[in-house]
């Protein structure tokens, strides 16, 4: 599946709307969730490696207190991408139908009702190469802030 979300993410980077891309992963999103104290929205999967790979309790753009039982699915979002997809990349969808659309109603269902082990997540994310890209990840969504900031200060 990953492989997958990376292949529709990397060809609609260019002309996808903003609000979209993950802030953390820079992709365009396939299940987007959004925290309910912040209103922040990220991919599942990157706000999970986030939170529990790399033990981090805070949002992070806004640095604010962030726990799973804040995160909420956003269909609204999931549904915009997914029209979005269909228009504009058809042959994506084609290829992916077989893989993605049998997995996400289940996904969806359960990601609110079965709150993830900390322990199954850390060794199902426990993979060198998979640090290295969250760390790089990071970096560059900390460069992305700054620039923000730097923008909005008139830098």
């Keep these: 599946m990953a492989s997958s979300s990376s292949t529709s993410s990397a060809a609609t980077t260019t002309s996808a709307p903003e609000h979209f891309f993950c802030p953390i992963s820079l992709e365009v999103m396939e ?7 912040t209103g922040m929205t ?10 529990f790979i790399h033990g981090n309790a805070t949002c992070p753009l806004t640095r604010k207190p962030l726990s799973t039982n804040d995160l909420a699915r956003h269909f609204e979002l999931q549904s915009e991408i997914s029209a979005w997809k269909k228009e504009h990349c058809p ?8 893989s993605d659309d049998s997995d996400s109603e289940d996904e969806s269902e359960s990601f609110n009702e ?18 290295a890209r969250l760390h790089n990840i990071r970096e560059r969504v900390m460069n992305r802030r ?7 200060l008139g830098n």
């Design 114 to 131: 079965e709150q993830p082990n900390s322990q199954d997540l850390k060794a199902f994310f426990n993979d060198q190469e998979r640090v």
């Design 31 to 37: 299940y987007p969730v959004c925290d309910r104290r």
């Design 91 to 98: 042959e994506l969808i084609a290829a992916n139908s077989d």
């Design 42 to 51: 990220f991919e599942r999967r990157a706000i999970m490696e986030w939170m």
């Design 146 to 152: 700054n620039e923000r900031i730097g923008r909005m």
